[in-house]
């Protein structure tokens, strides 16, 4: 069939085998947010800015599972507040990020909130947070970082 239906029907058979094969290469892959080995092929080139085995694989599992990460990883988190950290340093001169217990708080010019950074496929009403928390979806730490900063600077000057 030109319109590929052949091929979609075949498919329906193998689906168990195929989602399988897809989470094993977005697992074991240890790239950032795409590669030649997990996600980039010629065809998806032009899109390969927009490619993440990391977000792939939460809807893989939201798919297979019905399940959506809550949290960020330990790890993730903090190299997201790392480059937080880095930012507001640079921007301003009052400021640093404060760590206390498991919870990171930003402190701007003697305004003190706290930072919650979550997966960008969690939706917000999924998220157990504190009234006046900064929310910032882990997604925008690899694509937007000015984004990043402005939730911050809408949310401390507010």
């Given at each position: 069939m030109s319109s590929g239906a052949g091929y979609s029907s075949r498919l329906a058979?193998?689906?168990?085998q195929v989602m399988d094969e897809a989470k094993k290469r977005l697992e074991n892959c240890d790239c950032e947010t795409s590669c030649p080995n997990c996600l980039q092929n010629f065809w998806n080139q032009s899109i390969k800015q927009n490619l993440d085995r990391?977000?792939?694989?939460q809807l893989l599992n939201w798919i297979r599972e019905g399940?959506?990460?809550k949290e960020t990883s330990i790890e993730e988190e903090e190299k997201y507040i790392k480059t937080l950290n880095e930012i507001v340093m640079l921007q301003e001169k009052q400021g640093e990020?404060?760590?206390k217990n498991d919870d990171y708080w930003i402190?701007?010019?003697g305004v003190i909130k706290k930072v919650k950074i979550y997966p960008a496929m969690c939706?917000?009403?999924?998220?157990d947070v504190e009234k006046n928390?900064?929310?910032i979806p882990?997604?925008?730490f690899k694509v937007s970082i000015a984004d990043v900063w402005n939730i911050v600077e809408k949310s401390v000057r507010a």
């Open positions: 058979g193998l689906i168990e990391k977000a792939g694989l399940i959506l990460d990020i404060i760590k402190n701007i010019n939706s917000l009403n999924k998220i928390t900064i929310l882990d997604r925008l």
